[in-house]
Nanobody, 121 residues
Framework: QQQLVESGGGSVQAGGSLRLSCAAS????????LAWARQGPGKERERDAL???????TYWGSAEDRFTISRDNAKNTLYLQMNTLKPEDTAMYYC???????????????WGQGTQVTVSS
């Protein structure tokens, strides 16, 4: 059974950094497409970044300049390093996964429960 468990969220001041983690089990993360998405208050969920099995990455919006997605194959864990955080980054952050055949899909099938990030000004 595929499972994703996020951690690392918290409250920080603007300009600070956080590193989110997503521990995967029941499947091999390095052979899957993995993504981070956020859902802010009153907003729709939107994707920030994804990493493919070959290690290539894609970012969306402001994440491209400030966030870094990475993967530790030995730990079967996905990460999101977030720097220069802004109040508008306040959101629940989710990791998601799917097979390599669905890398191009806008939404993946397997999701974690999320971890809250709150950025104060």
């Amino acid at each position: 059974q595929q499972q994703l468990v996020e951690s690392g969220g918290g409250s920080v001041q603007a300009g600070g950094s956080l590193r989110l983690s997503c521990a995967a089990s029941g499947f091999t993360a390095s052979a899957s497409c993995l993504a981070w998405a956020r859902q802010g208050p009153g907003k729709e969920r939107e994707r920030d970044a994804l990493i493919r099995p070959d290690g290539s990455v894609t970012y969306w919006g402001s994440a491209e300049d400030r966030f870094t997605i990475s993967r530790d194959n030995a730990k079967n864990t996905l990460y999101l390093q977030m720097n220069t955080l802004k109040p508008e980054d306040t959101a629940m952050y989710y990791c998601s996964a799917d097979t390599v055949w669905r890398c191009g899909e806008s939404s993946y099938r397997f999701w974690g429960q999320g971890t809250q990030v709150t950025v104060s000004s």
